[in-house]
């Protein structure tokens, strides 16, 4: 094995600085961003407050940092910020002088806020979410489920966790509650009027879906409907004069893995004061063929892009959003008006091989998070009417320039049945080809890898691997067809696009067929586990949360009665053969390859049983096979949960692969 200089370990991680959410001021001279780094003597993590000059790049520190401080929000007319913060314990409301001094604890809710702080118009109020307020119920109690979906991924047991919109006076005082029902109320946005919010609503009490419906809600609690019971919402705004909401989703009943597009519906009737009903929305991108609001697979704690935001223009014209159009996540102008649908209808702001997530827009000066393959995060700036973008922040240069830079070579090659298959190979440093090499699998599995940073990735390439990873059959940015194909026929066109790519890699002698091994989250831990079940070509897997059985994921996964419905075609007792045939479990008696499982205990999405069963069926068989579990941790955990759980994952990951590769 050739060694990288320095050599990239697991613990390099914690010497990563991730931004945390930006804000621009109302002037647009400043932009106020949170920086996360870890404490290497506590091993916990630790944010802190920033202010930046735009035009002259002078940095500041606000907050000291001793806590998670993090979404700043400027007030209206500049002089103050908002953020949330756990210094006092649970995470509560602070207020700061934008030119420094002691922080303002506002809230003292008595199990904290949960995110979504918003100021007013007029700066006299500000808008957040909250759990249940009311005092814990002891675990040890007994209690009674009610709920179609009782319990979810990082949030745990619904009737403990369910969210409600709040707004409280500026100058203190008691929070008042706007919604108060059994659904999770979040992200509330002000209309222009300061008369009412825009929120989300998920977690219907009835449905096994999460569901998704866009409500408003007056000050005295009014609420009305603007959209109910759509497939998928998100990143909903208003426009400029409040007779519109704009947002990314997918009407109920469209195939799974469908991707999502821009919506516009009228919420007011003449003169934009009172809400309207029976309006229905108006598609924006017809014909796109991309997925708006899309990502990329990472594996950075960078929580708050999990959400796509959007922006509308000063002029009230068009909406800003990201889109994943293959491997690269560009920034779009989507116009708001009726037009044709074509090129005139959107066009590219920030493009390029390189992930932008738009932040923040003030008139015609747009700031944005931009990942590449050799760099985590860095903010950005975009001129609206000139188009030149500018890089504001330099993070983590010092450590950057230390490590190799692997070179990473595009592949297009024909999947089994010819359809065009992109991938990408990251090659070691120093090294010939052929490389023993890692097929990373991406997760979803309505996902897709590309151009934005992985840790693991270089973690793997500093030990003398080439990693492989494709966006097989079911990944996202490549049309609808593409991403809906695998339905009812999980391991075969997915399977077979994996298998082709590598045999396509080893074809251009960039990979050892001999010195090869598969791994991958979720999607990714349920194919490698179809893998190891199906060839013996690889020396070493080691899936983490994975689908093994689907049979059992039906009934114990918190997605699990519409997932696999959606996914396979059927309930379990209506479609036997089929849940038998795409579960991993089925052919796990033939494996021979060790394999190491790696599984949160507090996965509720891929639950522990389902890495259990397929251990078992190793063990059972004299297959070499050991499990890592991560306690506490969550679906993701590995990516965004606490730091030594991360480490776990990439120190168990690294020594399996040298082991047996």
Known sequence: ???ARPGVQPEDLFRLDFLQDAQLSPDGKMVAYALQQVDAETDAEQSAIYLQAMESGEVRQLTNGVAQDSAPRWSPDGKQLAFSSTRSGK??????????????????????????????PDGRQLAFTAPPQAEPADPADPYRLTRAVYRFDKMGYLHRVISDIYVIDVAGGEAKALTQDEYSNDAPVWSPDGQRLL?????FPDSHRIGAALRTVDLDGTTQDVIWAWGKAAGATWTRDGRQVVFIGNPEGLPIGTQEQLWVVDVAGTGGTAPSTG???????????????????????????????????????????????????????VALADTAA????????????????????????????????????????????????????????????????????????????????????????????????ILYIHGGPHSAFGHIFSFDFRLLASAGYAVLFINQR???GYGDAFATQIKGDWGNLDYRDLMAGVDYAIG??????????????????????????????FKAAVPENPVTNWVSFYGVSDIGPWFAVEQLGGRPHEIPEIYA????????????????????????RCPAEQSEQFYSVLKANGCPVEMVRLPGSAHGGSIDGPPKIRRAHNEALLAWMQRYV
Request: hydrophobic letters at 35%; proline letters at 7%.
């Open 474 to 476: 079911a990944s996202t």
């Open 279 to 333: 309006c229905e929305p108006r598609c924006l991108t017809p014909n796109f063929g991309y997925k708006i609001g899309g990502g990329l697979q990472m594996d950075m704690p960078l929580r708050f892009l999990r959400t796509p935001r959007l922006f509308v223009s000063e002029d009230n014209r068009a909406v800003y959003v990201q889109a994943q159009v293959g491997g690269t996540v560009p920034i779009y102008r």
């Open 342 to 437: 074509g090129q005139d209808a959107w066009h590219v702001v920030v493009g390029g091989d390189r992930a932008c997530f738009p932040i923040d827009l003030r008139g015609d000066q747009l700031i944005y998070f931009q990942s590449t393959h050799h760099d985590p995060v860095q903010l950005y700036a975009v001129d609206l009417i000139g188009g030149g973008t500018r890089q504001l922040t330099h993070l983590n240069a010092a450590l950057l320039a230390q490590w190799d830079q692997p070179e990473i070579k595009r592949l297009q090659f024909a999947g089994s049945d010819g359809v065009p298959v992109e991938g990408w190979i990251l090659l070691p440093t120093g090294a010939a080809a052929p490389h023993p090499t």
């Open 91 to 120: 995470p509560q409301i602070f207020l700061i002088a934008a030119d420094g001094g002691e922080a303002r604890q506002l809230t003292t809710l008595p199990q904290g806020i949960s995110g979504g702080v918003a100021w007013s």
């Open 581 to 604: 045939r795409c579960s991993p479990i089925t052919y796990a008696h033939r494996c021979t390859t060790p394999t190491l499982l790696i599984q949160g205990e507090h996965d509720w």
């Open 199 to 203: 929120y989300m609503v998920t977690m």
């Open 1 to 3: 094995m050739t060694d």
């Open 508 to 537: 251009q002698g960039l990979v050892d067929g001999e010195r090869m091994g598969v791994c991958g989250l979720s999607g990714g831990g349920n194919l490698s586990c179809w893998i190891v079940g199906q060839t013996d070509r």
